[in-house]
């Protein structure tokens, strides 16, 4: 599926100028995205942060509503990390997508001047060519050597950490146990016939 401002039906195409205009269309479309994107990824970050601050304000007065309750404790605990998680996927999401279309952006741009080169290499040499003096096959393989499929910048470029490290909860007879990567806590379960 091709999109509408990049694709230009064959019978359109009487010179170089209307694929030259697309390209440039897409680019700025692109580029005006990623900025709305990385716009709305950094107002989406301040919101969620008041919100989870005033999730957590209210799960702590929860928990001392209920004298301090371990059950209470673990599932406002459960229930402000899950809202947390969920709010930082959407964030880490938008600005994921903008990175995306500023990779696009500049893929298209790329694109664009190969275009401008073999529009010029075409108008320069384009007699030579006609007179068989050159040979497009060699014009074409420049071209493709010059224009080879370079990574962009902005391509591998990640939020946060390239390595996941690994998270486990467990929580048994013993105690609870939080492990991330090579630190470990445990806290010991209460006595026996303790208050909960």
Do not use: C
């Amino acid at each position: 599926m091709t999109h509408p401002e990049t694709s230009l039906p064959a019978d359109e195409i009487t010179t170089f100028d209307p694929v030259l205009d697309r390209l440039t269309a897409a680019v700025d479309r692109l580029h005006r995205n990623a900025l709305l994107t990385f716009l709305a990824a950094g107002l989406a970050l301040l919101i969620s942060l008041w919100t989870l601050y005033q999730v957590s304000s209210h799960a702590t007065e929860i928990v001392i509503e209920h004298d301090k309750s371990i059950t209470v404790f673990l599932f406002e605990l459960l229930r402000t990390t899950a809202f947390a998680g969920v709010v930082t996927a959407g964030v880490w999401g938008l600005f994921n997508l903008g990175r995306a279309q500023l990779d696009q952006a500049t893929r298209y741009e790329k694109r664009l001047i190969a275009a401008h080169f073999l529009n010029y290499t075409l108008a320069t040499y384009g007699q030579e060519i006609r007179d068989e003096k050159m040979q497009l096959s060699d014009v074409m393989s420049f071209l493709k050597s010059w224009s080879e499929n370079v990574e962009s910048a902005f391509t591998n470029l990640k939020f946060g950490s390239r390595k996941t490290q690994d998270f486990s909860i467990s929580v048994g007879p013993g105690g609870t146990s939080v492990t991330t990567g090579a630190a470990k806590a445990h806290v010991p379960a209460p006595p026996a016939g303790g208050d909960n």
